[in-house]
């Protein structure tokens, strides 16, 4: 499955509706450290079955971020069944940014 945008418009339904976890990175593009989770995300997007993975450009999407108190990025919040469940901050492996949905 491809990475999701994710917007203000689309969050309900992408994220709080989802059937799946979602894992959603919260990113900019001046952002070193985002650009190296980026490939991790993508990763996961492609080959872990069950997880939607989305993406929030915190530039972008300024009223998401503060909604959800991001002061630093790369933030990676982990939601299931419409409920923020986990979260971590900063560049992190692929198996700790699963364990954030429990896999």
Known sequence: ????????????????????????DFWAVWCGPCRMMSPIMDEIAETVPGVKVGKVNVDDEDE????????????ILAFKDGKLVNQSVGVQPKENILALVGM
């Open 1 to 24: 499955m491809a990475v999701v945008t994710i917007t203000k418009d689309n969050f309900d339904q992408e994220v709080l509706k989802a059937s799946e976890p979602v894992l959603v």
């Open 64 to 75: 998401l971020a503060a909604q959800f108190g991001i002061m630093s990025i790369p933030s």
